[in-house]
T-cell receptor
């Protein structure tokens, strides 16, 4: 079974802090994705990557950056956390773009 | 731009009964994929069912089936013999065909199952 893990289930940070959210997948998937999930808004794509060192902006990239130095790891970075970035963050991966995406358990981030 | 609409924020079903969750989408593409994902409370999102637009036959996975109406751009999910474990958020998602293209999600439907 594909396993997608995220470094933290819950995280509390202060405004202005730099925040790293880590995602690791163990099935050699080419594609990795970061979403944020907010009530009533569904899932919105922040960034995605189709290959190592490659990244593409999604629908809401402002305030975020990403890093993919290794195939199995995709990091989401909040350079200076703000309260409006309080949300659930979901990582996903897929072998091919048309394939099923496998999701991690999510990180619930609270920015105070 | 493609959009996905789930018009039912919440639904409720009695255990063992059948429930249908609605999803409509808007696209000008002819090649695309449609998905239903399930997110149980505090658990990981998982794929329930997938439909390729070029296939006329509706996809089925055990108690889960879809009614894919391509002309109407409708993709509803039917859950038969509902079980307590079916209680979850359900998300409809769309993806263009081809080598690239990302999932576009609806806002979700929260399904409750009454014992």
């Amino acid at each position: 079974d594909v396993k997608v893990t995220q470094s933290s289930r819950y995280l509390v940070k202060r405004t202005g802090e730099k925040v790293f959210l880590e995602c690791v997948q163990d099935m050699d998937h080419e594609n990795m994705f970061w979403y944020r999930q907010d009530p009533g808004l569904g899932l919105r794509l922040i960034y995605f990557s189709y290959d190592v060192k490659m990244k593409e902006k999604g629908d809401i990239p402002e305030g975020y950056s990403v890093s993919r130095e290794k195939k199995e790891r995709f990091s989401l970075i909040l350079e200076s956390a703000s309260t409006n970035q309080t949300s659930m963050y979901l990582c996903a991966s897929s072998l091919l773009p048309s394939n099923e995406q496998f999701f991690g358990p999510g990180t619930r981030l609270t920015v105070l | 731009a493609q959009t996905v609409t789930q018009s039912q924020p919440e639904m409720s079903v009695q255990e063992a009964e059948t429930v249908t969750l609605s999803c409509t989408y808007d696209t000008s593409e002819s090649d695309y994929y449609l998905f239903w994902y399930k997110q149980p409370p505090s658990r990981q999102m998982i794929l329930v069912i997938r439909q390729e637009a070029y296939k006329q036959q509706n996809a089925t996975e055990n108690r889960f089936s879809v009614n894919f109406q391509k002309a109407a751009k409708s993709f509803s999910l039917k859950i038969s013999d509902s079980q307590l474990g079916d209680a979850a958020m359900y998300f409809c998602a769309y993806r263009n065909g081809g080598s690239q293209g990302n999932l576009i999600f609806g806002k979700g439907t929260k399904l409750s199952v009454k014992p």
